[in-house]
Each structure stands twice: as structure tokens, then as C-alpha cells.
């Protein structure tokens, strides 16, 4: 069984030749193999120098590489113009491919297993708990269950009938605008009218904001004067006209 050799960077021999030819920029598919080969040679040099016992593969692969080297070399190696030779490095290229992919796949394969290491699955638990009661059914014959469609049939068809005689009719809101107008109606026949006055007997949250907020209209229109002598007490309204009438006197 040969030894593997792990380094600092690379882990076999088509690790170290595949750094050569990145490095190097080359294509693959185009390896300028005696320029590959001598990198490749230096290499394994410094690592005997080092004493690393290589593997058998590393040694097999330079021997590889100084073919191609010599055949690449030899005269007729390259095809004559109009003939296809079979490239020699061809089946290098494979290798160096299909190692490429495997190592890629072995990346991956890495990559999930340190993904499932983070994962954590609860622990089974116990339901027989839930289960120990049988499902409860209804038990009903064919005519029983006839029986109650018809019934839920009537129903449904009596409810339609309602819908069609009925219209559900939903209150239309006062505006502001026309509360504004119906408060100045109330300061015609008086002077001085209460906030709870205004109200009336609607004291809903809706009629008592629009109320106030149609007040702090006339307000900011110098129509109406607000006076509130404690907190939380009554709000005397007065028309404008009197305050000015009162202030015209004391003048």
C-alpha cells in the first residue's frame, strides 16, 4: 500500500500538477507540458531534499509527465496540414478533469457535513398519552342521516329567504361640516348653551367627538368661546356675538 503524502497545500500528485498548470495560467486543455514537466521535477526534488518519502503515485505521474515530455519533443509528434493526430495529452487532460470534479464533489460532501454538524434534532416523544382514546364516531343509518340533510337543507333554504326580504340598514354618519351648521342653530335662540346640552340624549363616543371636534372649529373661528372652571367640570359655551357685546360694555 503506497504512502499518501499530505503537505502544507497539496494531497497527491494531481494536487501539486493542478497548482502547476493555475499558477502557470495554462489552459488544460492547451499544457505546455515540458515547462509543466520541469516545475513538476523541481518540486519533487525539494521534497526529497526535505526527506519526505514520496508516494509511488508522485513518481508515477513525473514519469508520465517526462513521456509526454519526449513525445511532445519528437519529430511527427504534431499532425501534417490536413491530418488529425491523436493529441498525447488527451488522456492527461481526462485525468486531470475527472480529479478536478472528485474534488469538487469532496468539497461539497465537506460542506454538508459541517452544515449537519450544526443541526440538532429534538428527541422523540412519547404520544401514546394522546392516543390512548379511540376516535369517537357517529353511528347513524341511512335514513337518520337523510333525515338531518333535509333538516340543515330548510335551514339554509329559510336563511336565503330572509336575506332576500330583509335589507340590513346601518345608520348614516353626521358629518362635521353639518354638525357645525347644527350647532350654530342651537346658538340662535340662546346665548350660552352646556357641552352636555349639545350632546342630548345621543351620547355615543361618536356623536361626543364629532361634537367637540365641530366646537374646536367655531373656536378657532372666534364663533364660540369655551370657559371650564374646574378640571373635568361642565364647558359653558357662548356665542361670539355675546362676547363681543359684553366686551363692548366694560369698554
Do not use: W
Request: hydrophobic letters at 40%.
Amino acid at each position: 500500500m503506497a504512502y499518501k503524502v499530505k503537505l502544507d497545500v497539496f494531497e497527491g500528485p494531481f494536487d501539486l500538477l493542478v497548482y502547476l498548470i493555475e499558477t502557470a495560467e495554462m489552459s488544460i486543455y492547451d499544457i505546455q507540458v515540458a515547462e509543466i514537466t520541469t516545475q513538476y521535477m523541481e518540486y519533487i526534488q525539494q521534497m526529497q531534499k526535505q526527506d519526505v518519502t514520496l508516494a509511488g503515485e508522485f513518481m508515477v505521474l513525473a514519469a508520465t509527465l517526462i513521456e509526454l515530455k519526449s513525445r511532445m519533443l519528437l519529430p511527427g509528434s504534431h499532425a501534417e496540414e490536413g491530418e488529425e493526430a491523436e493529441d498525447p495529452r488527451s488522456e492527461l487532460v481526462q485525468k486531470i478533469l475527472e480529479y478536478k470534479k472528485c474534488k469538487a464533489q469532496a468539497a461539497l460532501l465537506t460542506e454538508q457535513e459541517e452544515y449537519s454538524r450544526r443541526i440538532f434534532k429534538k428527541p422523540q416523544e412519547d404520544l401514546s398519552v394522546y392516543t390512548k382514546e379511540p376516535d369517537e364516531t357517529l353511528n347513524l343509518d341511512l335514513k337518520a342521516f337523510v333525515k338531518a340533510f333535509e333538516v340543515f337543507l330548510q335551514k339554509k333554504k329559510r336563511i336565503e329567504e330572509m336575506r332576500q326580504r330583509y335589507v340590513r340598514v346601518e345608520r348614516e354618519h353626521m358629518t362635521l361640516e353639518r354638525r357645525i351648521e347644527q350647532i350654530k342653530s342651537y346658538f340662535r335662540g340662546k346665548r350660552r348653551i352646556t357641552f352636555t346640552e349639545l350632546l342630548g340624549g345621543e351620547k355615543t363616543r361618536y356623536n361626543a367627538v364629532l361634537t367637540f371636534m365641530s366646537l374646536l372649529e367655531l373656536i378657532r373661528h372666534k364663533m364660540v368661546t369655551a370657559k371650564q372652571n374646574v378640571n373635568f367640570g361642565e364647558i359653558v359655551l357662548t356665542s361670539g356675538d355675546e362676547e363681543e357685546g359684553a366686551t363692548a360694555n366694560e369698554q
